[in-house]
């Protein structure tokens, strides 16, 4: 079944086999990839059970471990869902790390221009100024997209690019502390402004429960009729034509939502973790975003879970860096596998069902 | 800013240049041309010039012989064509998420092997690189001397190849078997050949390729291998495959273009120019987007571009 398929199965009613079978396909996947970076480690001559073993105390050890899987997986649950709007829609905008530090860049320097508002206005100004720097750098590649017939994924991936470079050109020069040593980053954002923490003396925050919410919002939205619109259009351009629905327009307002969504998870790590412009916050997290959102199947729940799993991997394989020294591109190594099993699973676990 | 030193070798330098930066992106691009020709579109290619910079650089490392570095990046290209043979031929899933695996599994992966062969140094290992070999004679020419016959033996055979491609493709009955399958996979089957068989080759040809082009950055042009040294090199090679409609000459005006691209930003940067380093380095990729712009509306892709081929089917 094709996700264009599973898109109106989902609207429909639920249907607990092909739920379970894929419940049970995606957990074939994760462990095979993590089968397959154990065999890499084993040749290369480390042990693979240390690794792992590293890997797991590194996530889940702890409250405070525990906690920080949560505060990595907040970034990377806002992109996956930002990204499965795209994806439902046939985009394949793969542009979510550069729109978020688009959504980064422009809400930290609202908060250091108008320093001077109350914080009750100046942080919703900031979130809202975010969301709409992140809408502006996607609808970009929407708008050539819809307009221009110019391929998105390489559009997006230059524009990632050109974000990267942008954000260096800034804590380098026209943005950075001046009294920060020089150091790459931008002055601080006022204390008043930093989110607060859901629990004292860790990094977690109140951009996690934003997240919860907008996962939320992502279940509502399939149900309004811009929802509908974007599935028709992604699954098939040729019937939203002939039933009167603007293609172009729906291709730019859906790369809009998903661009706003990615500049809020550049917002939330500014003002949640970092209350700073930092080169690299963003780092991997498009890519990873991107993981998450086809292991859960692009449905806010599945990608709940996705989140949570791929949330301890990063902090569990930062752990077994430190710890074990084993490459953090271990990681990496997993995502990749991960997603094409998930992709190829109809093929490589011989699915009873039909696939067509 | 120093105008004096925009001086007529510098020029020539800049052109010259130009070409050598080219050839990772022509080596890719060639070998993408075939593979969309049939059918598929293979956006792993930067994640396939990845690991064919890491197995370059390690087999000329190991070996100390440059053309085994050549070789195995080409079998590991080959290799990761393969997969994404699998992927789209075989499974026949979505080609645009199958290529972003691929790229993420190129990335982690040449990074962790990298890692596991030299270990966290302080200075990085280094290879010896190709030497320049100026074509006798030729290399005299004015200008052109300098900018074509002035260079390693890998730039020469990437713009030998550009010939040799064009015939393969328009001249010989696997170039027309290989361009019917893009078009029309049906009736290529009705005429008795593999479809299957076909794209696969494709596959094989544009992954050694691109296995080839990632070598020649450690193997010709840096003497080093790091994280992500491809920058990008593999997408915008796909960009000029579209810019190029299908067409290996078109393929080298593309590449130049943005080997001028990048050539240009590496010298405005030394002639000390008051515009910061960070913008000058996005200047490739700004240009890709708007070539690619430019070029989409008259873009006429293969008739069964990214559509996996099931027999049977309408």
Redesign the interface.
């Known amino acids: 079944m094709t996700t264009r398929e599973q898109v109106v199965v989902l609207r429909r009613s639920i249907d607990w086999r092909a739920l379970w079978q894929n419940i049970y396909q995606a957990v074939l996947s994760v462990a095979l990839s993590l089968l397959i970076g154990a065999v ?1 480690l084993a040749v ?3 042990n693979p059970l240390v690794a792992y073993r590293s890997l797991w105390s590194g996530a889940f050890s702890s409250v405070d471990r525990f906690t920080e899987t949560l505060v990595q997986a907040t970034p990377l649950l806002l992109i996956a869902i930002s990204v499965s709007i795209s994806f439902r829609c046939q985009i ?1 905008n ?1 542009g979510a790390e550069g729109q978020m530090i688009l959504g980064g860049i422009a809400s930290i320097w609202i908060a250091l221009t108008f320093a001077g508002l109350p914080p009750a206005i100046l942080l919703p100004l900031s979130f809202i100024g975010g969301a709409l720097a992140g809408a502006l750098w996607s609808l970009i590649a929407g708008l ?1 997209k819809a307009y ?4 998105e ?3 997006t ?3 990632n ?2 974000a990267v ?2 954000l ?2 800034l804590v ?2 026209p943005m950075k502390d001046p009294a920060g040593f020089n150091f790459p980053q931008s002055p601080l954002i006022a204390r008043a402004l930093e989110l607060p923490r859901l629990v004292a003396g860790t990094r977690l925050n109140l951009s996690f429960v934003i997240v919860l919410l907008i996962v939320v919002a992502a279940l509502l939205y399939w149900r309004t009729t811009l929802g509908l619109r974007t599935e028709i259009v992604g699954a098939s351009r040729r019937v939203a034509r002939q039933i009167g629905l603007s293609v172009a327009l729906t291709i730019a307002v859906v790369s809009a939502i998903s661009g706003a969504l990615a500049g809020v998870a550049g917002w939330g790590e500014m003002f949640g973790l970092h209350f700073r412009l930092i080169e690299e916050f963003a780092r991997g997290l498009g ?1 990873l975003g ?2 998450v959102a ?1 292991l859960g199947e692009l449905h806010p729940i599945g990608m709940l879970v996705a989140a949570f799993l791929f949330g301890s991997l990063v902090v569990g394989g930062n752990a077994m860096e430190r710890n074990a020294g084993v ?1 953090f ?9 991960i ?2 099993l998930v ?2 699973r ?3 676990f011989k699915s009873r069902r039909s696939t067509r | 800013m120093n105008v004096e030193l925009i001086t007529f070798p510098f020029i020539v330098g800049l052109l010259a240049a130009s070409v050598r930066l080219a050839v990772p992106i022509l080596f890719a691009a060639l070998g993408e041309t075939f593979t969309e020709r049939a059918g598929i579109l293979n ?1 792993g290619l930067e ?1 396939i010039m990845l690991m064919g910079a890491l197995a370059g650089f390690v087999g000329a490392y190991l070996t100390g012989n440059l053309w085994l570095g050549v070789a195995l990046a080409m079998l590991t290209g080959t290799a990761m064509g393969l ?1 994404m043979g ?2 789209s031929v ?5 080609q ?14 040449s ?3 990298f ?2 062969f030299f270990g966290l140094r302080s200075t990085p290992p280094t290879i010896e690189m190709f030497l320049t070999q100026p074509i006798p004679g030729l290399s005299r020419i004015p200008v052109l001397g300098e900018m074509f016959f002035n260079h390693n033996i890998l730039v020469y055979l990437a713009l030998i190849l550009v010939p040799v491609a064009w015939v393969v493709l328009y001249r010989t009955r696997f170039g027309l078997a290989l361009r019917a399958v893009g078009e029309r996979p049906d009736a290529v089957d009705t005429r008795g050949l593999s479809v299957d068989r076909l794209r696969y080759l494709s596959l094989i040809i544009g992954g050694a390729l691109a296995g080839l082009g990632g070598a020649f950055l450690p193997l010709a042009s840096l003497g080093l291998f790091w ?1 992500q040294i491809t ?2 090199r593999g ?2 090679a ?2 000029v495959v ?1 810019f190029a409609r299908w067409d290996p000459v078109r393929a080298l005006w593309g590449a130049l273009l943005f080997g001028g691209a990048m050539a240009l930003q590496l010298s405005l940067q030394t002639l000390k120019l008051p515009i ?1 380093s ?2 000058l ?2 200047l490739p ?2 240009i ?2 708007v070539v ?2 430019v070029v ?2 008259r ?1 006429e892709f293969p008739g069964a571009f990214a559509v996996p081929y099931t027999r049977g089917e309408k």
């Open positions: 890499l290369s001559g480390q394949w793969i050539l221009a017939q110019a391929n994924v390489i559009t991936s230059m524009l690019y050109i470079y942008l260096a050109f380098h020069g890519s991107i993981v086809l490459p591109a271990l990681v990496d190594v997993i995502q990749g596998c997603i094409l992709l190829a109809g093929y490589i | 956006l994640g997969l699998f992927m075989t499974a026949k899933v979505n645009v998420v199958a290529g972003l695996g691929i790229t993420i599994l190129g990335a982690g992966l990074t962790l092997l890692r596991q994280t920058a990008g997408f915008i796909v960009a579209v910061p960070e913008l380095l996005m990729y700004i890709t987007i690619l712009v989409s509306r873009a």
